[in-house]
């Protein structure tokens, strides 16, 4: 049951360039997505988030657009930098069996970003 | 910067044996979560907890899993009798409230032979 889609497992960009990367959704109680970065043997890092009542949330390079009517977000990554290399984890909540709202973060399978300098 | 921290980063057990895995949340967060990563596999959520009390829990967090604030600043996660099954990267996460962000410990990763 794959609530949350990352079809990309890996994806390469050369420095200066823009990263994108995609994730789909079927659940349409999520109204809460959040993108992670995760390197080898460390934590997932958060790196931006963005409400459903939003359709864009901009920090620094890092940029995630929200298409609530195709159950897809993206985050842009400008200018990609060898740095960002890493494992990105796409994430959802605000599904709830209780009705009362979940706050558990369901993940993508992450997409592999190399950053070629 | 304020960090969520976790003990020991590896254990190795043996199968059957009772394990407990530590965390420190970040000092002003309410609620407290954990979650693990199987090899190869998504990060998948097992409980959440807030005012000494399990809020939400998944079908994985059984009646061999419990979690416990035992004092202020501690949030741990016992497994009772461990399985192979068990082995996994397991992330305590934590967040202000309920639908802030939550930032993840580094990870414990258990190793059940």
């Known amino acids: 049951d794959q609530q949350v889609k990352q079809n990309s497992p890996s994806l390469s960009v050369q420095e200066g360039r823009i990263s994108i990367l995609n994730c789909d959704y079927t659940?349409?109680?999520?109204?809460?997505f959040l993108w992670y970065k995760k390197y080898p043997a460390e934590g997932p890092t958060f790196l931006i988030s963005?409400?459903?009542?939003?359709d864009k949330n901009e920090d620094g390079r890092f940029t995630v657009f929200l298409n609530k009517s195709a159950k897809h977000l993206s985050l842009h990554i400008v200018p990609s930098q060898p740095g960002d290399s890493a494992v990105y984890f796409c994430?959802?909540?605000?599904?709830?069996?209780?009705?009362?709202?979940?706050?558990?973060?369901?993940f993508g399978k992450g997409t592999k970003l190399s950053v070629i300098p | 910067e304020p960090e969520v921290t976790q003990t020991p980063s590896h254990q190795v057990t043996q199968m059957g044996q009772e394990v407990i895995l530590r965390c420190v949340p970040i000092?002003?967060?309410?609620?407290f979560y954990w979650y693990r990563q199987i090899l190869g596999q998504k990060v998948e959520f097992l409980v959440s907890?807030?005012?000494?009390?399990?809020?939400?829990k998944s079908e994985i967090f059984d009646d061999q899993f419990s979690v416990e604030r035992p004092d202020g600043s501690n949030f741990t996660l016992k497994i009772r009798s461990t399985k192979l099954e068990d082995s996994a990267m397991y992330f305590c996460?934590?967040?202000?409230?309920?639908?802030?962000?939550?930032?993840f410990g580094p990870g414990t990763r258990l190793t059940v032979t």
């Open positions: 963005i409400s459903s009542i939003k």
């Open positions: 000092s002003n967060h309410l609620y």
């Open positions: 659940n349409s109680m999520f109204d809460y």
């Open positions: 907890f807030y005012n000494n009390e399990i809020s939400e």
């Open positions: 996460a934590s967040s202000e409230f309920r639908d802030y962000e939550q930032y």
């Open positions: 994430a959802a909540s605000g599904a709830g069996r209780s009705g009362a709202g979940s706050y558990q973060l369901t």
